[in-house]
T-cell receptor
Framework: AQSVTQPDIHITVSEGASLELRCNYSYGATPYLFWYVQSPGQGLQLLLKYFSGDTLVQGIKGFEAEFKRSQSSFNLRKPSVHWSDAAEYFCAVGANTGTASKLTFGTGTRLQVTL | EAGVTQFPSHSVIEKGQTVTLRCDPISGHDNLYWYRRVMGKEIKFLLHFVKESKQDESGMPNNRFLAERTGGTYSTLKVQPAELEDSGVYFC??????????FGQGTRLTVV
């Protein structure tokens, strides 16, 4: 069975600083990987996804993530954080069984941005 | 285009009562999913509808939970009777294609 680990429960960064959120996954085949963000009062919004091909994927809001098979990681990065990035971030792996496409999520990382 | 709509946004009920959560997916989306996040834990899959049929309900915790999807449109998730451990945020998502799911804002359920 697949699993996702987000080792950092809470991270605080200063506005303008760089950001890296860690994600490690366990999955028997080539994974489908995702990062979602949940801002206060909002639903989960897809930031980016990796299915195949280039291991560096670009997403919305200036985020990117790099798939590293050897490390079973899919870390999320942003070069310069804005105060509006304060939210909770979820990494997920998708299991495509052919008839279903359910996601397995990590426990989330809450990002606080200081001014 | 309207997104996925869930209501209520919050619900507080007493242990033993019944609660029904509703999800209106994006029009035309055949796939509808329910997920749940218990406080401090990961978001967990509950079940998946394709149109009105349950495709996968492997994540449903027990038989106190009943999900329906009327005519392949909106879906309801009923908890009867509710227990304290059912508290959490219930998310609904819909998609037309694999892994292009759009999530609602969630329903926060508190059982006291």
């Amino acid at each position: 069975a697949q699993s996702v680990t987000q080792p950092d429960i809470h991270i605080t960064v200063s506005e303008g600083a760089s950001l890296e959120l860690r994600c490690n996954y366990s999955y028997g085949a080539t994974p489908y990987l995702f990062w979602y963000v949940q801002s206060p009062g909002q639903g989960l919004q897809l930031l980016l996804k990796y299915f195949s091909g280039d291991t560096l994927v670009q997403g919305i809001k200036g985020f990117e993530a790099e798939f590293k098979r050897s490390q079973s990681s899919f870390n999320l990065r942003k070069p310069s954080v804005h105060w509006s990035d304060a939210a909770e971030y979820f990494c997920a792996v998708g299991a495509n069984t052919g008839t279903a496409s359910k996601l397995t999520f990590g426990t989330g990382t809450r990002l606080q941005v200081t001014l | 285009e309207a997104g996925v709509t869930q209501f209520p946004s919050h619900s507080v009920i007493e242990k033993g009562q019944t609660v029904t959560l509703r999800c209106d997916p994006i029009s035309g989306h055949d796939n509808l999913y329910w997920y749940r996040r218990v406080m401090g834990k990961e978001i967990k899959f509950l079940l998946h509808f394709v149109k009105e049929s349950k495709q996968d309900e492997s994540g449903m915790p027990n038989n106190r939970f009943l999900a329906e999807r009327t005519g392949g449109t909106y879906s309801t998730l009923k908890v009867q009777p509710a227990e304290l451990e059912d508290s959490g945020v219930y998310f609904c998502a819909s998609s037309q294609h694999y892994f292009k799911a759009f999530f609602g804002q969630g329903t926060r359920l508190t059982v006291v």
